[in-house]
C-alpha cells in the first residue's frame, strides 16, 4: 500500500474528514488531498514531504518513520527541491503581522499621561479626598489589542461583537481555537482544573480531542461539554451566542 493511500485509510477509520484532520495537524486541505493522491509536489519539497508524513501519521497512529522510509525509496532518484516561495511565505507572514500589531508603547504612554493628568486635577482644585490618594483606582481604557487577546479568569465580559469563551478541563486534553478570520488564538494541551479564558472578534472556532473532558461557557453562560469522552468535536460560537454552529 502506497504512503498516500495509506495515510487516506487510516483517516477514513478514525472516522475523519479532511478538514477535521487539517484542524488536528493544522496542514491546509489541499496539501492533505494531494498526499492522498500520492502527489507530494503539493508539499514544496523532500523536507516538507517528511514533516507532513510525520505530521499526519502521528495524528492518525501510524509508525511515522516506516512511511518516511517507503517515501524515501520510492522519490530516491527525483529529489525535489524546497522552493523559495514555501520558505519566505511563513516569513512574509510574520512581517505583515508584525505591521499590523498594536503599538503597546503607545498605549502605556497614553494610559500614564491619563494618570497624572486626573492626579494634577485633583491636588490642584483640592476637591475629595487626602492629596495622598492615587489615581491608581481610577479605570484606564486602554486601546484594544486585537482579537487574539487570552485573559485571566474574572476579566470581566468584553464588549458587543465580541464573543468570550471560558474552559474548563477535567482531565488535560488538546484545544485548538481560531477566531473569524482563521488565525490561531489557542493551541495546546489544558491543565487539569485550570480554568482558561479567550476572546475574539464576531465568532470564535473550537476544536476539542476530547469534548467530554472540557467544560464551556460562552458569553457567561454555561454550555457545558461538547460531546462524548474520546469524541473529536468542532464547534463555532457566535458573538451574542452562546448557540454553536
Known sequence: ??????????????????????????????????????????????????????????????????????YDELHAGSRSPVRASAVFRGEDLVRNRSRHAPSWTMAVAVALALVVVFAVVRLLSGSGGKAGETAAQLPIAVP???????????????????????????????????????????????????ATTWTAKGRMRVTVRD????????????????????????RTFEAGGPGPR
Request: glycine content about 14%; aromatic content about 4%.
Open 144 to 194: 484594544n489589542a486585537g482579537a487574539h487577546q487570552a485573559h485571566e479568569p474574572g476579566r470581566p465580559v468584553q464588549a458587543r461583537g465580541v464573543v468570550t469563551l471560558k474552559a474548563v478541563a477535567k482531565k488535560p486534553t488538546w484545544v485548538n481555537v481560531r477566531d473569524g478570520q482563521g488565525h490561531k488564538v489557542f493551541q495546546g494541551t489544558l491543565t487539569q482544573g485550570k
Open 1 to 70: 500500500m502506497s504512503v498516500g493511500a495509506a495515510l487516506s485509510e487510516a483517516r477514513q477509520r478514525a472516522d475523519l474528514t479532511v478538514a477535521q484532520l487539517s484542524d488536528r495537524t493544522r496542514i491546509r486541505e489541499g496539501v492533505i488531498e494531494g498526499i492522498e493522491r500520492d502527489d507530494f509536489s503539493v508539499c514544496g519539497g523532500d523536507f516538507y514531504a517528511r514533516g507532513h508524513i510525520r505530521a499526519l501519521a502521528g495524528s492518525l497512529g501510524l509508525d511515522a518513520e516506516d512511511l518516511v522510509r517507503q
Open 211 to 234: 469534548a467530554g473532558a472540557v467544560r464551556l461557557e460562552v458569553n457567561g453562560k454555561d454550555v457545558g461539554a461538547l460531546g462524548k469522552d474520546g469524541q473529536t468535536v468542532v
